[in-house]
Protein backbone atom coordinates (compact mmCIF):
# COMPACT_ATOMS: atom_id res chain seq x y z
CA UNK A 1 0.00 0.00 0.00
CA UNK A 2 3.09 1.95 -0.11
CA UNK A 3 2.62 4.07 3.35
CA UNK A 4 5.23 5.86 4.28
CA UNK A 5 5.04 5.07 7.97
CA UNK A 6 3.22 2.60 10.57
CA UNK A 7 3.76 2.15 13.83
CA UNK A 8 4.27 -1.20 13.79
CA UNK A 9 6.75 -1.28 11.47
CA UNK A 10 8.31 2.03 13.35
CA UNK A 11 8.01 1.34 16.82
CA UNK A 12 11.54 2.54 17.90
CA UNK A 13 10.49 6.32 15.57
CA UNK A 14 8.27 8.77 16.59
CA UNK A 15 5.16 9.80 14.26
CA UNK A 16 6.19 11.83 11.41
CA UNK A 17 3.47 14.08 12.27
CA UNK A 18 0.93 15.08 14.71
CA UNK A 19 -1.62 13.49 12.30
CA UNK A 20 0.07 10.27 12.01
CA UNK A 21 0.01 9.70 16.03
CA UNK A 22 -3.30 8.93 15.98
CA UNK A 23 -7.40 11.44 16.17
CA UNK A 24 -10.20 10.25 17.90
CA UNK A 25 -10.85 7.87 15.30
CA UNK A 26 -7.79 6.44 14.16
CA UNK A 27 -5.94 5.20 16.57
CA UNK A 28 -2.35 4.47 15.65
CA UNK A 29 -2.68 4.91 11.79
CA UNK A 30 -0.31 4.62 9.13
CA UNK A 31 0.43 7.62 6.86
CA UNK A 32 1.04 7.67 3.17
CA UNK A 33 -0.86 8.18 0.27
CA UNK A 34 -4.61 6.79 0.45
CA UNK A 35 -5.68 3.27 -0.60
CA UNK A 36 -6.79 3.71 -4.45
CA UNK A 37 -10.39 2.44 -3.72
CA UNK A 38 -10.88 5.19 -1.13
CA UNK A 39 -9.14 7.78 -3.12
CA UNK A 40 -11.12 6.80 -6.24
CA UNK A 41 -14.05 7.21 -4.65
CA UNK A 42 -13.02 10.99 -3.46
CA UNK A 43 -12.23 11.55 -6.57
CA UNK A 44 -15.86 10.86 -8.36
CA UNK A 45 -17.87 12.31 -5.89
CA UNK A 46 -19.56 15.19 -7.81
CA UNK A 47 -18.46 18.87 -6.71
CA UNK A 48 -21.93 20.05 -6.50
CA UNK A 49 -22.39 17.46 -3.86
CA UNK A 50 -19.41 17.48 -1.77
CA UNK A 51 -18.84 21.45 -2.51
CA UNK A 52 -14.80 20.86 -2.87
CA UNK A 53 -13.57 20.92 -6.60
CA UNK A 54 -11.97 17.47 -7.95
CA UNK A 55 -8.72 20.31 -8.63
CA UNK A 56 -8.64 20.56 -4.56
CA UNK A 57 -9.45 16.81 -4.03
CA UNK A 58 -6.73 15.78 -6.53
CA UNK A 59 -4.35 17.51 -4.62
CA UNK A 60 -5.49 16.16 -1.28
CA UNK A 61 -4.88 12.61 -2.79
CA UNK A 62 -0.85 13.42 -3.58
CA UNK A 63 -0.73 14.12 -0.08
CA UNK A 64 0.38 11.43 2.54
CA UNK A 65 -2.68 11.03 4.81
CA UNK A 66 -3.41 8.62 8.44
CA UNK A 67 -5.60 5.62 7.43
CA UNK A 68 -6.12 2.02 9.25
CA UNK A 69 -6.78 -1.27 7.90
CA UNK A 70 -9.65 -3.18 9.51
CA UNK A 71 -11.08 -6.73 9.16
CA UNK A 72 -14.03 -6.71 7.47
CA UNK A 73 -17.02 -8.88 5.87
CA UNK A 74 -14.50 -10.43 3.39
CA UNK A 75 -11.19 -11.67 2.83
CA UNK A 76 -10.08 -7.94 1.70
CA UNK A 77 -9.50 -5.21 4.83
CA UNK A 78 -11.59 -2.46 5.01
CA UNK A 79 -10.01 1.17 5.19
CA UNK A 80 -10.86 4.06 7.14
CA UNK A 81 -9.23 7.49 6.60
CA UNK A 82 -10.00 10.69 7.86
CA UNK A 83 -8.64 13.07 4.76
CA UNK A 84 -6.60 16.51 6.31
CA UNK A 85 -8.82 19.22 4.64
CA UNK A 86 -10.39 21.91 7.33
CA UNK A 87 -12.64 20.13 9.67
CA UNK A 88 -11.82 16.63 8.01
CA UNK A 89 -12.98 14.11 5.29
CA UNK A 90 -13.69 10.72 6.52
CA UNK A 91 -14.04 7.60 4.13
CA UNK A 92 -14.67 4.17 5.31
CA UNK A 93 -15.18 1.24 2.80
CA UNK A 94 -17.06 -1.78 3.55
CA UNK A 95 -16.36 -4.23 1.39
CA UNK A 96 -18.95 -6.78 0.31
CA UNK A 97 -19.27 -10.76 0.32
CA UNK A 98 -18.42 -10.05 -3.58
CA UNK A 99 -16.89 -7.16 -4.69
CA UNK A 100 -19.76 -5.64 -6.35
CA UNK A 101 -21.47 -5.22 -3.01
CA UNK A 102 -18.84 -3.71 -1.54
CA UNK A 103 -19.74 0.10 -0.59
CA UNK A 104 -18.27 3.29 0.46
CA UNK A 105 -19.10 5.94 3.62
CA UNK A 106 -18.18 9.65 3.19
CA UNK A 107 -18.48 12.17 5.69
CA UNK A 108 -17.80 15.85 4.50
CA UNK A 109 -19.20 18.67 3.73
CA UNK A 110 -22.13 17.87 1.97
CA UNK A 111 -24.85 20.35 3.45
CA UNK A 112 -24.49 23.77 2.30
CA UNK A 113 -25.97 26.63 4.42
CA UNK A 114 -25.25 29.80 2.88
CA UNK A 115 -29.15 29.91 2.73
CA UNK A 116 -29.67 28.76 6.30
CA UNK A 117 -28.70 31.74 8.24
CA UNK A 118 -30.50 30.31 11.62
CA UNK A 119 -28.65 27.26 11.17
CA UNK A 120 -25.64 27.19 14.22
CA UNK A 121 -22.00 27.47 13.05
CA UNK A 122 -20.52 25.37 15.04
CA UNK A 123 -18.16 22.89 13.23
CA UNK A 124 -18.74 24.45 9.73
CA UNK A 125 -16.67 24.23 6.94
CA UNK A 126 -15.66 27.93 5.55
CA UNK A 127 -14.98 27.01 1.87
CA UNK A 128 -13.02 29.40 -0.35
CA UNK A 129 -14.09 28.91 -3.33
CA UNK A 130 -17.21 27.18 -5.78
CA UNK A 131 -20.69 27.82 -5.35
CA UNK A 132 -21.05 27.14 -1.46
CA UNK A 133 -19.16 29.21 1.28
CA UNK A 134 -19.90 27.36 4.82
CA UNK A 135 -21.56 23.95 4.57
CA UNK A 136 -22.00 21.41 7.43
CA UNK A 137 -21.19 17.86 7.81
CA UNK A 138 -23.08 15.24 6.68
CA UNK A 139 -22.77 11.29 5.53
CA UNK A 140 -23.18 9.90 2.31
CA UNK A 141 -23.04 6.32 1.42
CA UNK A 142 -21.56 5.57 -2.82
CA UNK A 143 -21.63 2.38 -4.49
CA UNK A 144 -20.29 1.67 -7.76
CA UNK A 145 -22.73 0.73 -10.63
CA UNK A 146 -22.36 -1.91 -13.28
CA UNK A 147 -21.64 0.96 -15.07
CA UNK A 148 -18.58 1.78 -13.13
CA UNK A 149 -20.50 5.10 -12.44
CA UNK A 150 -20.60 6.41 -8.53
CA UNK A 151 -23.92 6.27 -7.28
CA UNK A 152 -25.31 8.18 -4.27
CA UNK A 153 -27.18 5.25 -2.05
CA UNK A 154 -27.56 6.72 1.01
CA UNK A 155 -31.03 6.09 1.46
CA UNK A 156 -31.42 2.88 0.24
CA UNK A 157 -28.86 1.39 2.72
CA UNK A 158 -29.47 4.17 5.62
CA UNK A 159 -32.37 5.49 5.63
CA UNK A 160 -33.11 7.93 8.56
CA UNK A 161 -35.17 6.57 11.34
CA UNK A 162 -38.83 7.06 11.48
CA UNK A 163 -39.49 9.28 15.10
CA UNK A 164 -42.80 8.97 17.12
CA UNK A 165 -44.29 12.70 17.69
CA UNK A 166 -42.70 11.81 21.41
CA UNK A 167 -39.22 11.66 20.17
CA UNK A 168 -39.56 14.87 17.90
CA UNK A 169 -40.85 16.38 20.54
CA UNK A 170 -38.09 15.77 22.76
CA UNK A 171 -34.83 16.06 20.24
CA UNK A 172 -32.97 19.48 19.54
CA UNK A 173 -33.94 21.16 16.01
CA UNK A 174 -31.49 19.43 13.40
CA UNK A 175 -29.57 17.42 16.01
CA UNK A 176 -29.90 13.79 13.95
CA UNK A 177 -26.70 12.62 13.00
CA UNK A 178 -24.78 9.10 11.97
CA UNK A 179 -22.36 8.01 15.22
CA UNK A 180 -19.17 6.73 12.95
CA UNK A 181 -17.22 6.99 16.68
CA UNK A 182 -16.75 2.52 16.43
CA UNK A 183 -15.79 2.72 12.59
CA UNK A 184 -12.20 2.13 13.27
CA UNK A 185 -13.35 -1.01 15.43
CA UNK A 186 -15.96 -2.86 13.85
CA UNK A 187 -18.51 -2.29 10.64
CA UNK A 188 -20.93 -0.38 12.91
CA UNK A 189 -22.89 2.74 12.53
CA UNK A 190 -25.43 3.92 14.89
CA UNK A 191 -27.86 6.78 14.76
CA UNK A 192 -28.04 9.09 17.31
CA UNK A 193 -30.10 12.74 18.21
CA UNK A 194 -29.50 15.27 21.17
CA UNK A 195 -32.13 15.75 23.47
CA UNK A 196 -33.20 19.32 23.79
CA UNK A 197 -31.41 21.86 25.83
CA UNK A 198 -33.00 23.14 29.21
CA UNK A 199 -31.36 26.89 28.20
CA UNK A 200 -32.02 27.31 24.40
CA UNK A 201 -29.80 29.79 22.65
CA UNK A 202 -27.02 28.60 25.38
CA UNK A 203 -23.57 27.66 24.07
CA UNK A 204 -22.58 24.04 23.32
CA UNK A 205 -20.68 23.95 26.74
CA UNK A 206 -23.47 25.00 28.53
CA UNK A 207 -25.61 22.45 27.04
CA UNK A 208 -28.01 20.58 29.63
CA UNK A 209 -30.36 18.28 28.24
CA UNK A 210 -33.99 18.30 29.15
CA UNK A 211 -35.22 14.90 30.96
CA UNK A 212 -35.90 11.88 28.92
CA UNK A 213 -40.05 11.73 28.46
CA UNK A 214 -41.70 9.60 30.28
CA UNK A 215 -42.17 6.44 28.50
CA UNK A 216 -39.30 6.31 26.86
CA UNK A 217 -37.30 2.95 27.38
CA UNK A 218 -33.87 3.86 29.30
CA UNK A 219 -31.82 1.92 26.44
CA UNK A 220 -32.63 4.59 24.49
CA UNK A 221 -30.52 7.46 26.22
CA UNK A 222 -26.91 7.71 25.80
CA UNK A 223 -25.56 10.77 27.77
CA UNK A 224 -27.65 13.12 26.47
CA UNK A 225 -28.43 11.72 23.44
CA UNK A 226 -31.49 9.55 21.79
CA UNK A 227 -30.36 6.42 20.44
CA UNK A 228 -32.10 4.65 17.55
CA UNK A 229 -29.91 1.40 16.94
CA UNK A 230 -27.18 -0.30 15.51
CA UNK A 231 -26.85 -0.37 11.86
CA UNK A 232 -24.27 -3.56 11.19
CA UNK A 233 -22.80 -4.40 7.80
CA UNK A 234 -22.91 -8.17 6.98
CA UNK A 235 -21.29 -7.91 3.46
CA UNK A 236 -24.66 -7.15 1.53
CA UNK A 237 -26.60 -4.64 3.25
CA UNK A 238 -26.54 -2.56 6.89
CA UNK A 239 -28.70 -4.65 9.07
CA UNK A 240 -30.29 -3.42 12.14
CA UNK A 241 -29.57 -4.21 15.64
CA UNK A 242 -31.60 -2.45 18.29
CA UNK A 243 -29.40 -1.48 21.70
CA UNK A 244 -29.23 -3.47 24.80
CA UNK A 245 -29.59 -2.58 28.47
CA UNK A 246 -25.88 -2.70 28.68
CA UNK A 247 -25.92 -0.01 25.63
CA UNK A 248 -24.28 -2.89 23.33
CA UNK A 249 -25.99 -4.25 19.78
CA UNK A 250 -27.98 -7.54 20.69
Not at 240 to 247: D, F
Request: net charge negative.
Amino acid sequence: MQAQWCPDANRDSPPPSERAAGTALLHKPCLGLLPQNLGRVLLAIPESAIHISQQTRSQLLREPQPYLAVKGRSDRPDFITTVDFLEGITLRSFEGTTPADTVYLVEGPFRCIDDAPLVPREGEYVLAAGSCRSALTDTRLYKWSSGDALADVTAEYLPAPRLSATEQAALAPDSLRMDLTQLSQAPVLRWSALLKSRHPGATPDDYTPIDMPAGMHTSRQLQGTLHFGYRVWDGAAFEHEPRSESGEPK
